[in-house]
């Protein structure tokens, strides 16, 4: 199996901040990395697919790059409706696999 | 816009079969664009992808699940099931179902509420 590690685990952060995720594949998977947010009790939502290509309607605060085994998630100016918890997934292999997510705090 | 809705008993016991149905409204399920899936979440697992079915019944699982596992279509209804044979305490989780765009990079565009199943006698 592949498998994606997100750091940090989790982060504290003020509005206003700019805000880098981290996530490392064990192997290339090339650009097949996908970005996801999600808030207490509530379904993820897609942010980014494709490693860098911002879903329709998702904040251009939000932007995503790498390609290989290293991957970033970054928020250019945290708002209030970020805090959340974020995860990537990788769909290069058929066994599409999450990473352990990291939440994003107010500090 | 399409929606997902997910629909089944929320209380399993041990040993029996967990049995999910996800309506699709907004999209037709018939769509070559698209698979369409089960992913699950629980607090020891994170989130786990269970596996994906297109509309002509051709499906992928999760090696894991694999043995106990079948994900079915139904496309005259615009929906697909999920179901989950020999259940034990750790099959307890949110049960999500997702859209699946499979034109270029495959990525999980929509998604259900999400159910929660708990496995208890």
């Known amino acids: 199996d592949i498998q994606m590690t997100q750091s940090p685990s989790s982060l504290s952060a003020s509005v206003g901040d700019r805000v880098t995720i981290t996530c490392r594949a064990s192997?290339?998977?090339?650009?097949?990395l996908n970005w996801y947010q999600q808030k207490p009790g509530k379904a993820p939502k897609l942010l980014i697919y494709?490693?860098?290509t911002l879903q329709s309607g998702v904040s251009s605060r939000f932007g995503g790059g790498g390609s290989g085994t290293d991957f970033t998630l970054t928020i250019s100016s945290l708002q209030p409706e970020d805090f959340a918890t974020y995860y990537c997934?990788?769909?290069?292999?058929?066994?599409?696999?999450f990473g352990q997510g990291t939440t994003v705090e107010m500090k | 816009q399409v929606q997902l809705q997910e629909s089944g008993p929320g209380l399993v016991k041990p040993s029996e079969t967990l049995s999910l149905t996800c309506t699709v409204s907004?999209?037709?399920?018939?769509?070559?664009?698209?698979?369409w899936g089960w992913i699950r979440q629980s607090p020891v697992k994170g989130l786990e992808w269970i596996g994906s079915?297109?509309?002509?019944?051709?499906?992928y699982y999760n090696p894991s699940l694999k043995s106990r596992v079948t994900i079915s279509v139904d496309t005259s209804k615009n929906q697909f099931s999920l179901r989950l044979d020999s259940v034990t305490a750790t099959d307890t989780a949110v049960y999500y179902c997702?859209?699946?765009?499979?034109?270029?990079?495959?990525?999980?565009?929509?998604w259900g509420q999400g159910a929660l199943v708990t496995v208890s006698s």
């Open positions: 997702a859209r699946e765009h499979t034109v270029a990079i495959s990525h999980l565009d929509n």
């Open positions: 907004g999209d037709s399920i018939s769509s070559s664009s698209y698979y």
């Open positions: 079915v297109f509309y002509s019944g051709n499906a």
């Open positions: 192997q290339s998977i090339s650009n097949f």
């Open positions: 494709g490693a860098s």
């Open positions: 997934q990788q769909s290069y292999y058929t066994l599409r696999t």
